[in-house]
Every structure is written in C-alpha cells, then in structure tokens.
C-alpha cells in the first residue's frame, strides 16, 4: 500500500530555519556587524552595489551578510529590493572631470596634468598571505595629502583637441531605462552601457578577455582609469536649479583603440568606455573592452562572429540574477516533462527494437 | 496583510502589465513584451506567472497554485504563500473552488469554467528559439508567418525517429496565425489548450506575456501521416484508478520497482474521496488522520 | 483648475483597479459581454465605465487622443490629474477617447508586422450598449456573441488586417464591452 508523500510546508519552514542557524554559523564566535562587513569588505559591497544598481553601502553590507557572502544572492535581495523603490526623478549626469580622484592612471602618457595617483591598489602588493591579517592588529597609518581642488581633465580631452580621436555622437537627453522598459533589438549604446554596468563582473571579464585573445581583437589602451567621488546633482523644477542630493565613488575607464579611416576621414583612435559604481576596476576594464567589441557595426568594421560582438549574445547573458535564477530552475521538480520522454524514449526504443527484429528475421 | 501594496506590486507596474494582458488576448498567441520587474524569488522560478497573477488578482479571489499538477510540490507552496502574504486572496486546493490558478507545467484534469483563469509559468516563451537562437530573426519570422524552420525540425524527427521526437512544450498555432510554446506541459494537456477559461502566459525572464481567449483554436502542429497524438503512460492510477489522467513514475523499490500516480493530486483526491481505490491505494479516509 | 477635478478617482486605488481590470480583462477575452464596473466620477461628458478604464490602464507612458467630442479642459484636466496621462494626435495614440462620428478610427497605428501590439485601443462612448444587432463570432466567443456596434463596416476592415489592428472598449454610463481585432463581425 502507498500514502502519498506530502510535506512541502513544513520542508520549507524547516529548511529556513536550519538556514538561519548556519548562516549565523558557531554562537562562539562573535557575529558579524553590517559596519563591519561595509568597512572590511568594501570590495564586496561595491560589487553588490554595482551589480545591484543600487548605490546604498550598508544595504549591500546587509545583504552580503544575509546572503552568507554569496554575492550574486546578495545582489539578487537588492535588485528585489529596487524594484520596490518609488522614483522621485532622474539625476543630472555625474561630471567624473570634477571627480575626487583617489587613482588614476594612464597607459597612455608617461604624465598628464592632475598627474597619475597609484592609489589604494593590489597591483603591486606581492600575493603573499600576510599571516599577521590572521591576528588581530593596529594597521599604521598611510601618509596623507590634500586632494587637489583643481578638477582632473580626461587624458582623452588632450587626443579630442588634435582630432585624434573619434567623436562621440550626442545621444537621446533622456534615454531609456533598461528595468523600465523591455530590451528591443538592436539596442543604442545608452543601453547597451547600462546593461554592462549591472552586467556579471566574471562573464564581462570572459568576454573581454576574449576580445584580448583574438576574438574581434582590438587592442585596447587605458587611456585613463579613475577611481573617486563624484557629487550627484538633481534639478527641482521648484527651485530652478540643480541640488546635490549626495555623493558617490565610482569607477571609469576609458579606453584607446585602433584606429578606422577611410577615404573621406583621416585615420583616428576610437574608444571603449566603462562606469561602474565603487571601485570595481577590472569590471570597469572589461566593460570598456566589451563596449568597443559591440560597436562594430557603427565604426565600420567586420563582424569576425566573435561572441563580444554579438549584442544579443552580450546583451541576453550578461545578467547573473537572470542566468542565476534560470541555471537553477532545473532544479525543481520536472517530473512530467521528464515523464513524457521517458515515455517517448520507450516508445520509440521499442519501435526501432521491432524494426531490427524484423530485419534480422527477414 | 503587509506593508507591500495589494499583491505585492506597484500600481504603475500592475498597469503595464495590465495593457500587455489585454494585448495577448487581442492578439491570441502574440507574444507581447512587457517591463517585467525584479521580483523577490528568482527568474526561472514563476516571477512570469507570479506578475501576471499579481495583476489580474482582486482581494475576492480564490488562488489555486500548482506544480507539476500538485499544490504541495515546494515552489507551488512558496508562491501560494507569496499571495497569501501580500494579497490576503483566499487559497484552496480544490481545482473547482479556485477562480484564478497559477500553474507550472500542467493543465488541471478537470475541464475548467468560463469564469476560472488560468495562470501559466513559462520559462522560453519562443517555440522558435531552441532552432533560432537569435531573437532578431524568431521576431523577423513570426511576422513574416514563416514557419518553416519548425516544421522541418518536425520532419526531421520523422525521418530520423519514425516519430515526432517533441513529448513537452509541443508546439501549436493559434487561431491559425501565431506558432507558440504551451509552456512545458506534457502534449497530453495540448487538447485542453481550447477552453472556456482564460489562459494568460507570463514569461518573466524573457519578459514576454501572452495569452488564449476562451474558445480559441489551438492546433498542434503535425501531419497528415503523422498526426498528432497526445500520449500519457500505459497504466491506470495505482492510488485512484483513473485511466484518464497524466500520470507520474514513481521507484518504489531498489530493485526499481515502478507505481504510477495521478500528476494532478486534486483530481486523485477527489477520485477517491468518491470511493475509487487504484491497485495500490488505500481508501480516502485511512491517510488523511 | 476647478476642484472637483481632484474628485471621482479611485477612493481605493489598488483594490478598484484589479476589479475593474477584471472587467475589462474578461470583455476583451470574451468579445459582446457587457460588464459593470464601478470607482470612477469622471466629468462629463464622459461616461463611469471610460473614467474606470483610463484609471485603470493609463498613466504616463500611455498618450491619450481625445475624439472633439471629449476634448474639452475639464476632462483633459481630469484625465491630467488622475492619470498623468500626456495628450497626442491620433497618429501616436496608445488610448482613444470619444464618440464614433468624432474619432479618426483610420489614422491610428494598427501596429507592425514585428510588434502588432503597438497599436491604439479606442474607448468609443456609446448612447446604448446592448447584446443585439451586429452578430461576432472569433475567439473568446463560443457559437456566436451579439453586441449593439455603431455600425460593421468599419470592424470587417479592420479583421482583415489581423493580426494587425485597433481593438476597441465601448463604454455607456457604468457598463462596457469590447471588440479586439479578432472578432469576426457581420
């Protein structure tokens, strides 16, 4: 005799309340703080930021912690959490000239007026495991300077004069909003960008790594990476002028590429460009380099099939939230589409069976 | 009830959604865009579904959830509990009692009313994609009415398998004009496919909605010499002795041992609340203490 | 603007507008029946059941053509205040609004081969709405359905553009009805 198996509330009930006790994990150990986690691990709120878009670093801090650093959950519960949010308009757009550099490097000259400032980087630490993080210990602190109050011009403003590099056209004042409106194909680079900037960090790296590689190669120079806080201004129409409503640390790349002419156009550079928000510079590089692949068509240049320059291929799978939830589906039950091909498969095994007996008796 | 607006949703979104659903069903079989928002369970998990019911949900309404034909299957619970949470809508089991039912993978046995609407989860909403990756070219093909690809794939099945090799999510065309995916139910739900009830499709990740009046003609697609056929397993209900109704497989046994049981647990309960017992069955009031 | 065009919208906004959805959600799928509906005060001359449809379905991404027959400042400020709404020719027109005889019924967009949803839904205001006169059959309809038209002629043409087309709402004091561009109609 059988009962049916039943049980899907209490499993999940269950299976929540067994996930809080691991996420808080040994009670002997002092729990994490959200300021703990927003001061200590920055890299991983800013990622959860950007990839969030939303810019709200104890929001992301909570959400690491609630996710149990699993960062893709954690921007999953802010993206959940935006949607949600009412829209009091749209801000001015960021002057990154007038940015509070923190870094900034060129690639491109050896120095350039604001200077090239290392900043806070790992790129020249030696990945040594520093065994005394392990203990607790006072950090010295580093030497300090005044921030320049004269604004830091673009490294491409000074190729812009000389007409050497491509200009860019003036888009739409307004454009479009990628979690408004459903993505149409083919996409302006307003969206396109927008859809890089919360785009997954890794498969944005894959891409432009790629790109790197050979696949729709265009080599590309930084012309210029800057890291630093830049005000975030907001035009009310009561007052009849623009307000700064707040303050964010954001990441840009501009890249240099390879030169397009053509018989009525002297030869220039062209450029890729990445903003992201908090110090994310390797997702700012990537999507700089991926941005430069998907503008084939209106630089003039072959489409070679690489997946960088494929729009809809970039565009569709680049959202971690989408491609996370979507992978994970198979997990559910599946139990009647899996039924109806098992159901197919003996069918049409036996049927082929019948047929090979037949020849063999013939 | 909770701090969230009536089902969860902004008013704002609900109206977006709202005008894609009144298109889909002016356009049967159309698949159309819609701004399909972030919701708090992951894509690929019913947010499809779960914003269409979200907009069509009144405080009046009885919600039914169903996974695989069954209410108790863990998503279906999850999302029932969605509701129940930010809808305050009453909830049942009964097929019968519901006025909107959000499903995933199943039409319910029982012939649904004029006044029942049906809510689909749809994972690809373009029966054209797994032929035609690139979205640019299934839109270019739709309106153009050009269905070849689909039916040499079809064909091909034929030639290579001496049948047609598609046993979910079989393609049909709507009132003679839209090639569309039912979502991924067995083809053994296909016939129900024409209904008195409203059918709404919602694929979120996708973020496209469609939809079937009632009454509309939905044909799978086939051929003369292959028509279609809609198939379940050779068996009757081991709990309720239906013949009628899809069937799951259960392993019973390490040696693998098999029992088949109703998908839609509804319609098995109320068999044998009604006195039927399958070859395996007990009777209804013996599990239900 | 007057005051009372602060009044006659939704008292209970999330809770009206999904019966109202529903009632227009059920006329569309179900081409020729009528429904109540209930929510909105709009001013005059316009009727409850279009007040409740544009409260129910417009909002600032939906420009509104208003027919001369409703193009008047108390329903334009209405509309305005309780929609946000923005008013377009005929030509850009999610929504229309007005009577028969005022509406350019061929100058909105019937929508693309690629995206045959992007095309106008016309709210006609009617005198009388009744299950008489024109008979419909098509989807959503299961013989036949009888549904009192301004006229068919105009309806014959627009089938035949399928799956192209406008699809209509009529509205008359608290009761509409609704025509999508699949209804076959002599």
Same mark, same amino acid.
């Given at each position: 005799?059988?009962?049916?198996?039943?049980?899907?509330?209490?499993?999940?009930?269950?299976?929540?309340?067994?996930?809080?006790?691991?996420?808080?994990?040994?009670?002997?150990?002092?729990? +994490?703080?959200?300021?703990?986690?927003?001061?200590?691990?920055?890299?991983?709120?800013?990622?959860?930021?950007?990839?969030?878009?939303?810019?709200?670093?104890?929001?992301?801090?909570?959400?690491?912690?609630? @996710?149990?650093?699993?960062?893709?959950?954690?921007?999953?519960?802010?993206?959940?959490?935006?949607?949600? +949010?009412?829209?009091?308009?749209?801000?001015?757009?960021?002057?990154?000239?007038?940015?509070?550099?923190?870094?900034?490097?060129?690639?491109?000259?050896?120095?350039?007026?604001?200077?090239?400032?290392?900043?806070?980087?790992?790129?020249?630490?030696?990945?040594?495991?520093?065994?005394?993080?392990?203990?607790?210990?006072?950090?010295?602190?580093?030497? @300090?300077?005044?921030?320049?109050?004269?604004?830091?011009?673009?490294?491409?403003?000074?190729?812009? %004069?000389?007409?050497?590099?491509?200009?860019?056209?003036?888009?739409?004042?307004?454009?479009?909003?990628?979690?408004?409106?459903p993505l149409e194909l083919?996409?302006?680079?307003?969206?396109?960008?927008?859809?890089?900037?919360?785009?997954?960090?890794?498969?944005?790296?894959?891409?432009?790594?790629?790109?790197?590689?050979?696949?729709? %190669?265009?080599?590309?120079?930084?012309?210029? +990476?800057?890291?630093?806080?830049?005000?975030?201004?907001?035009?009310?129409?009561?007052?009849?002028?623009?307000?700064?409503?707040?303050?964010?640390?954001?990441?840009?790349?501009?890249?240099?590429?390879?030169?397009?002419?053509?018989?009525?156009?002297?030869?220039?550079?062209?450029?890729?460009?990445?903003?992201?928000?908090?110090?994310?510079?390797?997702?700012?590089?990537?999507?700089?380099?991926?941005?430069?692949?998907?503008?084939?068509?209106?630089?003039?240049?072959?489409?070679?099939?690489?997946?960088?320059?494929?729009?809809e291929?970039?565009?569709y799978?680049?959202?971690?939230?989408q491609?996370?939830g979507f992978?994970?589906h198979i997990?559910l039950?599946h139990?009647v589409d899996f039924q109806s091909e098992?159901e197919l498969?003996?069918?049409?095994?036996?049927?082929?069976?019948?047929?090979?007996?037949?020849?063999?008796?013939? | 009830?909770?701090?969230?607006?009536?089902?969860?949703?902004?008013?704002?979104?609900?109206?977006m959604i709202r005008r894609a659903i009144l298109k889909g069903l002016a356009i049967p079989g159309y698949q159309v865009p819609f701004a399909s928002?972030?919701?708090?369970?992951?894509y690929g998990w019913g947010t499809g579904g779960v914003q269409v019911s979200a907009a069509v949900?009144?405080?009046?309404?009885?919600?039914?959830v169903i996974d695989q034909g069954?209410?108790?299957?863990?998503?279906?619970?999850?999302i029932?509990?969605?509701?129940?949470?930010?809808?305050?809508?009453? *909830?049942?089991?009964?097929?019968?009692?519901?006025?909107v039912i959000q499903t995933r993978h199943r039409i319910p046995e029982e012939n649904l009313r004029a006044?029942q609407i049906l809510v689909y989860q749809v994972p690809i909403p373009e029966p054209l994609r797994f032929l035609e990756p690139s979205e640019v070219e299934t839109r270019k093909m739709h309106a153009l009415e050009e269905y070849g690809l689909m039916h040499v794939k079809l064909y091909e099945d034929i030639?290579? /398998?001496?049948d047609i090799a598609t046993a979910y999510a079989y393609p049909v065309k709507v009132e003679g004009r839209y090639v569309m995916d039912p979502s991924p139910i067995p083809k053994f739900d296909n016939p129900k496919l024409e209904m008195a009830g409203i059918q709404l499709f919602g694929a979120g990740r996708e973020q496209r909605i469609y939809a079937i009046p009632p009454y509309t003609q939905v044909v799978s697609l086939d051929f003369d010499?292959y028509p279609f056929q809609p198939t379940k397993?050779? /068996?009757?209900?081991?709990?309720?002795?239906?013949?009628?109704?899809y069937?799951?497989?259960? *392993?019973?046994?390490?040696?693998?041992?098999?029992?088949?049981?109703?998908s839609d647990?509804?319609?098995?309960?109320?068999?044998?609340?009604?006195? /039927?017992?399958?070859?395996?069955?007990?009777?209804?009031?013996?599990?239900?203490? | 603007?007057?005051?009372?065009?602060?009044?006659?919208?939704? $008292?209970?906004?999330?809770?009206?507008?999904?019966?109202?959805f529903?009632?227009v959600m059920t006329t569309m799928a179900r081409p020729?029946?009528?429904?109540?509906?209930?929510?909105?005060?709009?001013?005059?001359?316009?009727?409850?059941?279009?007040?409740?449809? #544009?409260?129910?379905?417009?909002?600032?991404?939906?420009?509104?053509? #208003?027919?001369? $027959?409703?193009?008047?400042?108390?329903?334009?400020?209405?509309?305005?205040?309780?929609?946000?709404?923005?008013?377009? $020719?005929?030509?850009?027109?999610?929504?229309?609004?007005?009577?028969?005889?005022?509406?350019?019924?061929?100058?909105?967009?019937v929508g693309t081969a690629e995206y045959p949803d992007r095309s106008?839904t016309?709210?006609?205001?009617?005198?009388? #709405?009744?299950?008489?006169?024109?008979?419909l059959n098509g989807p959503g309809i299961k013989?036949?359905?009888? #549904?009192?038209?301004?006229?068919?002629?105009?309806?014959?043409?627009n089938t035949e553009l399928f799956p192209l087309g406008l699809d209509?709402?009529?509205?008359?004091?608290?009761?509409?009805?609704a025509l999508p561009r699949t209804t076959r109609?002599?």
């Amino acid at each position: 005799m059988y009962v049916a198996v039943k049980g899907g509330e209490r499993a999940i009930d269950n299976a929540h309340a067994w996930l809080a006790e691991e996420r808080r994990g040994d009670v002997a150990v002092p729990e +994490l703080s959200v300021a703990q986690i927003r001061e200590q691990l920055a890299l991983a709120v800013n990622r959860v930021m950007a990839e969030g878009s939303l810019y709200d670093p104890d929001l992301a801090a909570l959400a690491i912690k609630q @996710a149990r650093g699993d960062l893709i959950e954690a921007i999953f519960l802010i993206r959940a959490y935006r949607t949600t +949010l009412p829209r009091f308009g749209g801000s001015n757009p960021i002057e990154t000239e007038d940015m509070t550099c923190d870094r900034r490097v060129s690639a491109t000259f050896k120095d350039a007026p604001g200077g090239q400032i290392l900043g806070p980087t790992f790129d020249y630490t030696h990945r040594l495991i520093d065994f005394k993080l392990a203990a607790d210990g006072d950090v010295g602190t580093a030497p @300090a300077s005044t921030p320049s109050p004269i604004a830091t011009p673009h490294i491409m403003s000074f190729l812009d %004069r000389e007409d050497l590099i491509q200009k860019e056209p003036a888009g739409a004042d307004i454009p479009d909003d990628l979690t408004r409106t459903p993505l149409e194909l083919p996409a302006n680079r307003a969206l396109r960008l927008q859809s890089l900037a919360r785009g997954d960090e890794g498969f944005l790296l894959g891409l432009a790594y790629s790109t790197q590689r050979g696949y729709a %190669r265009n080599h590309a120079f930084v012309a210029e +990476l800057r890291i630093g806080a830049v005000a975030v201004e907001m035009d009310i129409p009561e007052l009849g002028f623009a307000i700064e409503v707040g303050e964010i640390t954001v990441t840009e790349c501009e890249t240099v590429n390879q030169f397009q002419g053509s018989k009525s156009q002297p030869p220039q550079f062209t450029r890729g460009y990445g903003l992201v928000f908090g110090m994310t510079e390797r997702k700012a590089i990537s999507m700089a380099l991926v941005d430069r692949a998907l503008r084939w068509k209106e630089l003039g240049e072959d489409n070679v099939g690489a997946p960088a320059q494929d729009e809809e291929f970039v565009l569709y799978h680049s959202d971690n939230i989408q491609a996370t939830g979507f992978l994970e589906h198979i997990k559910l039950p599946h139990y009647v589409d899996f039924q109806s091909e098992l159901e197919l498969i003996r069918k049409l095994r036996s049927e082929a069976q019948e047929n090979i007996n037949r020849e063999v008796s013939e | 009830m909770s701090d969230y607006n009536f089902a969860y949703l902004d008013e704002q979104t609900k109206r977006m959604i709202r005008r894609a659903i009144l298109k889909g069903l002016a356009i049967p079989g159309y698949q159309v865009p819609f701004a399909s928002r972030e919701m708090p369970m992951p894509y690929g998990w019913g947010t499809g579904g779960v914003q269409v019911s979200a907009a069509v949900l009144t405080p009046d309404d009885t919600f039914k959830v169903i996974d695989q034909g069954a209410d108790d299957t863990t998503n279906a619970v999850s999302i029932r509990r969605f509701f129940q949470k930010t809808a305050g809508v009453a *909830i049942t089991e009964a097929t019968s009692k519901a006025s909107v039912i959000q499903t995933r993978h199943r039409i319910p046995e029982e012939n649904l009313r004029a006044d029942q609407i049906l809510v689909y989860q749809v994972p690809i909403p373009e029966p054209l994609r797994f032929l035609e990756p690139s979205e640019v070219e299934t839109r270019k093909m739709h309106a153009l009415e050009e269905y070849g690809l689909m039916h040499v794939k079809l064909y091909e099945d034929i030639s290579q /398998h001496g049948d047609i090799a598609t046993a979910y999510a079989y393609p049909v065309k709507v009132e003679g004009r839209y090639v569309m995916d039912p979502s991924p139910i067995p083809k053994f739900d296909n016939p129900k496919l024409e209904m008195a009830g409203i059918q709404l499709f919602g694929a979120g990740r996708e973020q496209r909605i469609y939809a079937i009046p009632p009454y509309t003609q939905v044909v799978s697609l086939d051929f003369d010499d292959y028509p279609f056929q809609p198939t379940k397993a050779d /068996h009757a209900c081991d709990l309720c002795a239906a013949e009628d109704s899809y069937l799951d497989e259960l *392993i019973v046994d390490d040696e693998g041992g098999r029992m088949f049981m109703c998908s839609d647990t509804d319609y098995c309960a109320n068999r044998r609340k009604q006195g /039927h017992v399958g070859a395996q069955g007990v009777p209804y009031a013996e599990d239900q203490a | 603007m007057q005051s009372h065009v602060f009044e006659g919208g939704f $008292s209970d906004l999330p809770v009206e507008a999904s019966h109202a959805f529903r009632a227009v959600m059920t006329t569309m799928a179900r081409p020729g029946e009528i429904a109540s509906v209930s929510g909105a005060r709009p001013p005059a001359p316009m009727s409850v059941a279009a007040g409740v449809v #544009l409260l129910t379905l417009c909002d600032s991404e939906t420009p509104i053509y #208003l027919a001369p $027959s409703h193009d008047m400042p108390q329903v334009r400020d209405w509309i305005t205040f309780h929609t946000g709404a923005p008013f377009t $020719s005929a030509q850009r027109a999610a929504f229309a609004l007005g009577v028969w005889n005022d509406l350019p019924i061929s100058d909105f967009p019937v929508g693309t081969a690629e995206y045959p949803d992007r095309s106008t839904t016309v709210i006609v205001e009617r005198q009388t #709405l009744s299950n008489t006169g024109a008979v419909l059959n098509g989807p959503g309809i299961k013989d036949h359905a009888q #549904l009192s038209l301004p006229e068919t002629e105009t309806f014959q043409t627009n089938t035949e553009l399928f799956p192209l087309g406008l699809d209509f709402i009529f509205t008359c004091n608290d009761r509409l009805a609704a025509l999508p561009r699949t209804t076959r109609v002599r």
